[in-house]
């Protein structure tokens, strides 16, 4: 009797400690996530802010003589352009006299402000024969200026931009020749080594060709290695050997895979160097242990009954695992191999062991094309001494983030369509 009631005694005496204890569990709980979401804002606003001055294109208008003395209308592609886009800022500024001080009036417009005059020109031959107003391409240094990111008030030996050169952007804005509009050139442009006209494009199809491969090769070799090891393959020790290896297998650095590719796919069957068939294959490699993991776990959320079924009815093994389990199944597969490949679109070790690092300014063609890849871009731009490309690097994991959320968002959406329930 005594100790039954020191037993309710104590156990009464305990209670306010362990309410008091799960309560500052869930408060520690709380703000743990709460502090998680902050620096997760913090990040994205960080990205959003750093990346506005990418989605910004400043242009200079020059004014510049097409005539028959600077250009030959029968052979366009001899025309030297950029010695008439010279002439044009001297012009414009015709006090300028010391050699020094010409090159520094040169670099206010871009190093391909030269093409771009030649493009226009081939595309529209009517301003041949007359002296125009063409808009071009500002310099990264002009486009900083302008867009607010130097700060003229420093001393003159602390910014790049120098007081003359000020001067002459001054000038040119109080005539109406500079200005701002939206950098469409970041979607439809290739790498550069212009900041101010570099772009995205070659590397999002070197993503988008890399995931295709990967997706072709990863997923149904995943989906029947899984289909065997669950449904077919013999409970020994085989079979015990060969998924401790594939768990194993989906903890392996990623690096590791670029090695394995480097060696095999380039060193011995001699495949097109940094190009989205390789990428695509080591990919494959990274994926195919996550794809299988996550295959068998939605074969095994298949009720029993399904299968049990089929065969009471006279269907084969094989029928009934691709008749009946399969397609219940699948929701399950798709998203775990969306959800793989999502994470091989944002790696980047693998990929420069292949040679995807290299500057490529052509957009690939094909999957045997040289080509880079998303992550390896962001790697390039933010490993780059030039202060505008500190935006481009922003901007470029903007894209890669809104290209891994519809990735994860395709998954969810799929996996809801497709899924039955039971």
């Not at 226009?120 to 002009?142: E, M, P, T």
Request: charged letters at 20%; a positive charge.
């Amino acid at each position: 009797m005594n100790n039954t009631i020191n037993f309710s005694k104590s156990t009464s005496f305990n209670l306010p400690k362990r309410g008091q204890s799960e309560f500052r569990f869930q408060i520690i709980g709380i703000g743990a996530i709460l502090l998680s979401l902050a620096f997760l804002i913090w990040l994205i606003i960080t990205v959003i802010f750093g990346s506005m001055g990418a989605f910004k294109h400043v242009e200079i208008a020059i004014q510049v003589d097409l005539t028959s003395k600077n250009v030959n209308a029968d052979d366009v592609n001899s025309t030297s352009f950029g010695s008439i886009m010279k002439s044009g800022l001297r012009e414009q500024f015709p006090d300028v006299k010391k050699r020094k001080d010409k090159k520094k009036l040169y670099k206010l417009i871009s190093v391909e402000s030269s093409l771009e005059l030649k493009e226009k020109v081939l595309d529209n031959k009517d301003l041949l024969g007359q002296k125009v107003k063409i808009w071009v391409s500002a310099s990264d240094d002009v486009s900083l200026y302008v867009r607010g990111k130097i700060d003229a008030s420093l001393p003159e030996d602390q910014r790049k931009i120098t007081d003359k050169e000020i001067s002459w952007i001054n000038n040119l804005g109080a005539n109406g020749q500079i200005r701002t509009k939206v950098n469409w050139g970041f979607f439809k442009n290739g790498d550069s080594r212009e900041p101010e006209i570099a772009g995205i494009l070659a590397a999002l199809v070197g993503s988008t060709l890399s995931l295709l491969v990967c997706f072709i090769l990863s997923f149904p070799i995943g989906v029947s290695a899984a289909i065997f090891l669950e449904q077919f393959a013999p409970r020994n020790r085989l079979s015990d050997i060969i998924e401790v290896n594939i768990n194993n297998l989906a903890a392996v650095p990623s690096i590791v895979f670029g090695l394995l590719g480097l060696s095999i796919f380039l060193g011995y069957f001699d495949l097109p160097r940094s190009s989205p068939l390789v990428g695509g294959m080591v990919l494959s490699l990274m994926t195919l242990p996550t794809i299988i993991i996550a295959s068998r776990a939605s074969l095994q959320a298949v009720p029993p009954s399904i299968k049990e079924a089929a065969l009471a009815l006279g269907a084969t093994p094989v029928q009934a695992v691709f008749h009946h389990v399969f397609p219940v199944a699948l929701p399950g597969m798709m998203t775990g191999t969306i959800v793989g490949m999502a994470r091989a679109l944002g790696d980047t070790a693998p990929l420069l062991m292949i040679g995807m690092v290299a500057f490529i300014v052509d957009i690939p063609k094909s999957i045997l094309e040289p080509a880079t890849a998303l992550p390896v871009q962001v790697f390039l731009w933010a490993d780059s001494p030039e202060r505008a490309f500190n935006e481009k690097t922003s901007a470029a994991i903007i894209v890669l983030l809104i290209f891994l959320i519809v990735m994860n968002l395709s998954a969810v959406l799929l996996r809801r369509k497709l899924e039955q329930r039971f």
